[in-house]
Nanobody
Framework: QVQLVESGGGSVQAGGSLRLSCAAS????????MAWFRQAPGKEHEGVAT????????YYADSVKGRFTISRDKAKNAWYLQMDSLNPEDTAMYYC???????????????????????WGQGTQVTVSS
């Protein structure tokens, strides 16, 4: 059974940092597009960052570029989102997701579409106060 479990969310003041983790289990794919999405109340899902396991390329939304860093632990089949210089606009539910079938490499190019991701975590809340 495939399972993605996020952790690391919480409440922080503006300017602070958080590190989200996503632990994946129940599958083994050599090529994946690992991603972090977020959804704020009343808004659509936003693809925040992606990591392509085939070559290590990354993508960041303009809203987080320079502040967030996505990384991966191959041995653990886990990925992370280091979030620095947080501001209230970063408040949202954050989800990890992975695409393992189809044109995986291309899913990681540009803003990710949530429709192509096979597996999702349950979400972890990030709240940033001013």
């Amino acid at each position: 059974q495939v399972q993605l479990v996020e952790s690391g969310g919480g409440s922080v003041q503006a300017g602070g940092s958080l590190r989200l983790s996503c632990a994946a289990s129940g599958y083994t794919y050599s090529s994946q597009c690992m991603a972090w999405f977020r959804q704020a109340p009343g808004k659509e899902h936003e693809g925040v960052a992606t990591f392509y396991t085939g070559g290590g390329s990354t993508y960041y939304a303009d809203s987080v570029k320079g502040r967030f860093t996505i990384s991966r632990d191959k041995a653990k089949n886990a990925w992370y989102l280091q979030m620095d210089s947080l501001n209230p606009e970063d408040t949202a539910m954050y989800y990890c997701a992975t695409a393992t079938t189809g044109a995986v490499r291309w899913y990681c190019v540009g803003p990710p579409s949530k429709n192509v991701f096979d597996y999702w975590g349950q979400g972890t809340q990030v709240t940033v106060s001013s």
